[in-house]
């Protein structure tokens, strides 16, 4: 069913709006009318989003709010609770990116990225879960990553958390399946956006990282258009690329095969995030 038919209020709270993904998808869903309700920890490059979602002639509201911290999400759901009574999707996808041996990786790392990808989703579903059951529809949208289906190596800190996202999401999916309310979990592999940004330790895995998100063809463009065609048809997963879609495939059909490959390929550096020198 059309998005709009299906939510004909049209409210949105979308949290890493400033930027990337975010932005991609309050873009598209301004261009459609919807009313949102943005939240990014970068007050900047918030007010920048602001402005240009206001020029397309947006109804928007900024917060600026830290996602690891559960009161702002729940004063964020009472914020939408003044504002409209309700809400139809909840975009929770504010995220960093973490990359590293796992005899190099500090705790601090471990917990920082848990914290902001992980703990942050948690705190998004439990505060406005009790608002979608009260209105008995709407639908979340976690932003995980492929990282969280497909486990490669020098990546354990992410993939954990993304994992931990790709469970919740799956969950909730039945869990709240008999409220009418629905959700999508988001699992691409790399596309261009700032989340290089969050990679500041300069050890040689993040590098090769950011130099294959800057490398790529798939824009958050492309992933929004993605996620509003998933949404629309009740879709849980959202694999945008081939590998994402292939390595998922594969893993699930053939786990041990797969894990062998995957470690033979790294092994041998010949994987694609391999220190290929
Ligand atoms: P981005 O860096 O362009 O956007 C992320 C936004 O989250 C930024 O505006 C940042 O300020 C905000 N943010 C970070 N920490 C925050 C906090 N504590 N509180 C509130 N806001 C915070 O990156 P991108 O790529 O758009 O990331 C969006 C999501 O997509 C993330 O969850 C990321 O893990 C995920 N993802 C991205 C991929 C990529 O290749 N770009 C691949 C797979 C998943």
């Not at 911290?69 to 964020?76: K, S, V």
């Not at 790709?166 to 979990?185: K, P, Y």
């Not at 990679?199 to 063809?217: C, F, I, P, T």
Request: aromatic share 8%; glycine share 8%.
């Amino acid at each position: 069913m059309k998005l709009e038919r299906k939510y004909p209020q049209k409210r949105a709270f979308v949290t890493g709006a400033a930027s990337g993904f975010g932005l991609a998808i309050c873009m598209r869903l301004a261009s459609r009318g919807w009313k949102l309700l943005i939240a990014d920890i970068n007050e900047t490059r918030l007010t920048q989003a602001e402005a240009q979602l206001r020029g397309c002639g947006a109804e928007v509201v900024s917060v600026v709010l830290d996602v690891t911290r559960p009161e702002a999400l729940e004063q964020a759901a009472d914020t939408v609770r003044r504002l409209w009574g309700g809400i139809d999707l909840v975009f929770n996808n504010a995220g960093i990116a973490s990359a590293g041996a796992i005899d190099d990786l500090s705790l601090e790392e471990w917990e920082k990225v848990i914290d902001v990808d992980l703990w942050s989703v948690i705190y998004g579903c439990r505060a406005f879960v009790p608002m979608l059951k009260a209105q008995r529809g709407g639908c979340i949208v976690n932003t995980a990553s492929s990282a969280g289906t497909l486990a490669g190596p020098e990546m354990a800190s992410y993939n954990v958390a993304k994992a931990g996202v790709v469970s919740l999401s799956e969950t909730l999916r039945s869990e709240l399946s008999g409220f009418g309310i629905h959700v999508t979990v988001v699992c691409p592999t790399v596309f261009v956006t700032s989340l290089g940004d969050s990679l500041k330790s300069g050890r040689a895995m993040e590098r090769r990282l950011v130099a294959q998100l800057n490398k790529s063809r798939v824009t958050a463009e492309h992933i929004a258009d993605d996620v509003l065609a998933a949404v629309e048809n009740g879709r849980l997963y959202v694999m945008t690329q081939s590998d994402a879609k292939w390595g998922w495939r594969i893993k699930r059909w053939m786990p041990e095969t797969y894990s062998t490959l995957i470690a033979y390929l790294y092994r041998n550096r010949k994987w694609l995030y391999a220190d290929q020198a």
